[in-house]
T-cell receptor, first 115, second 111 residues
Framework: GAGVSQTPSNKVTEKGKYVELRCDPI?????LYWYRQSLGQGPEFLIY????????DSGLPNDRFFAVRPEGSVSTLKIQRTERGDSAVYLC?????????????FGSGTRLTVV | GENVEQHPSTLSVQEGDSAVIKCTYS??????FPWYKQELGKRPQLIID?????GEKKDQRIAVTLNKTAKHFSLHITETQPEDSAVYFC??????????FGKGTLLTVNP
């Protein structure tokens, strides 16, 4: 696609529920990143995929968070047993080759609200 | 890992004045420093970047300077316009190749 697409743009869920957030990167970009942005803060790294594999998941806050990228394109961020503290904008970015931070293109994000 | 500090957190200027935002970083191996502009409810957009082999880069009204010895870099916006109002984030890429962002600066340009 022409840009990084994230769906849904907004998600409201009840505490304890399971949610899935989807990211469709720019076609051909091998690297994909998930970041979380809380109100008034900069984006914080969650996980980095190179192709199908998670090259670095050190930013995932706990085992309720999991992400997959089974075919090396679309990625899904999964959050189990959501908590109010999970409320944030979840940003996805992709880049052509990964590493070094060059060429990131961000999606518009999914605003998750846990009530 | 990399730690990026950004100042000030808010900045208000009159239209036509200059604005300067400063960042420091911790990882001496960092070699790439992008700046992003984020308007309310929108995605961060890259506005300028600098690599460690240069000290300054300009693009029209925007410039970035880098001092590797002191581990700090700055964004300079000249002749500010109301449409420059947004949150600006600096970032660094250290030896772990991840972008680490500062906390952001809310720039308000008053007409």
């Amino acid at each position: 696609g022409a840009g990084v697409s994230q769906t849904p743009s907004n998600k409201v869920t009840e505490k304890g529920k399971y949610v899935e957030l989807r990211c469709d990167p720019i076609s051909g970009h091998t690297a994909l990143y998930w970041y979380r942005q809380s109100l008034g803060q900069g984006p914080e790294f969650l996980i980095y995929f190179q192709g199908t594999g998670a090259a670095d998941d050190s930013g995932l806050p706990n085992d309720r968070f999991f992400a997959v990228r089974p075919e090396g394109s679309v990625s899904t961020l999964k959050i189990q047993r959501t908590e109010r503290g999970d409320s944030a904008v979840y940003l996805c970015a992709s880049s052509p080759t990964g590493g070094q931070g060059y060429g990131y293109t961000f999606g518009s994000g999914t605003r998750l609200t846990v009530v | 890992g990399e730690n990026v500090e950004q100042h000030p957190s808010t900045l208000s200027v009159q239209e036509g004045d200059s604005a300067v935002i400063k960042c420091t970083y911790s990882d001496s191996a960092s070699n790439y420093f992008p700046w992003y502009k984020q308007e309310l409810g929108k995605r961060p957009q890259l506005i300028i970047d600098i690599r460690s082999n240069v000290g300054e880069k300009k693009d029209q009204r925007i410039a970035v300077t880098l001092n590797k010895t002191a581990k700090h870099f700055s964004l300079h916006i000249t002749e500010t316009q109301p449409e420059d109002s947004a949150v600006y984030f600096c970032a660094g890429v250290g030896s772990n190749y991840k972008l680490t962002f500062g906390k952001g600066t809310l720039l308000t340009v008053n007409p």
